[in-house]
């Protein structure tokens, strides 16, 4: 991670309801909730790579009644937003919620997180290189169960990399759920079920570096 960019402060738009990034959540929410409604299992399992102060999945949980079925872990590096997270998970009642300060771009971060049965890739692809994404996209079978949901994101500018995203992602064993790309924003978000067989979770080695 560098110092140029302040993550904590990245999220004021937040603060306002007609934001891209806020509109971008809200599809994001959109997208955990109806992952939630479809599965019926007694417990489910997330993992949130650089999750920042868990607006996504803590906002959906925080409504919803079946929440403590939901046990999940967010890495986040910056130290004010882990606290953030923290906060709004216990304001919450979210106890089955982990927010652990790590470097997600780590496999070892994982351990004991993934597989997870969802698996947030929001905010991360827009902040690493292309080869980074490719190799976070083909490591996915590594952090997912059987029939997890991917959610990511990635912003659309002049070389739009979400095409080639979608293929490495049909080449990695997911099928596409859902793909938002909103024509007055750059944001887009992408929504993906695993259909091929989970791999083993090896810790040793790194998918990504943050580039800003
Ligand atoms: C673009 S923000 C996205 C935050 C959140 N997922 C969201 O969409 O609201 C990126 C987040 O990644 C965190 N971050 C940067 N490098 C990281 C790393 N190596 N491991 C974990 N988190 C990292 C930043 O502190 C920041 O909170």
Do not use: K
């Not at 470097?103 to 890739?121: I, K, N, T």
């Amino acid at each position: 991670m560098t110092a140029q960019t302040h993550w904590q402060a990245w999220h004021e738009p937040y603060a306002d309801e007609n934001s891209p990034l806020s509109r971008r959540l809200r599809l994001v929410q959109q997208h955990i909730a109806s992952w939630l409604d479809q599965r019926s299992d007694e417990r489910l399992t997330v993992v949130s790579a650089c999750a920042g102060q868990g607006h996504d999945l803590i906002g959906v949980l925080a409504s919803r009644s079946d929440a403590q079925r939901v046990h999940g872990t967010l890495l986040e590096y910056d130290a004010g937003n882990v606290t953030a997270a923290q906060a709004a998970a216990d304001q919450a009642g979210l106890s089955n919620i982990v927010i652990r300060q790590a470097d997600a771009g780590q496999l070892s971060s994982y351990l004991g997180a993934a597989p997870a049965d969802l698996v947030l890739m929001v905010g991360v692809f827009g902040n690493i290189s292309d080869a980074d994404v490719e190799r976070t996209v083909a490591a996915l079978p590594r952090l997912c169960a059987e029939s997890a949901t991917v959610i990511w994101t990635r912003a659309r500018r002049d070389s739009d990399l979400t095409s080639a995203v979608r293929r490495w992602l049909r080449d990695a064993g997911f099928v596409e759920q859902a793909f938002h790309a909103p024509d007055d924003v750059r944001f887009s978000v992408g929504v993906h079920r695993f259909e091929s067989a989970p791999q083993p979770l090896d810790p040793a080695g790194t998918i990504f570096t943050f580039l800003r």
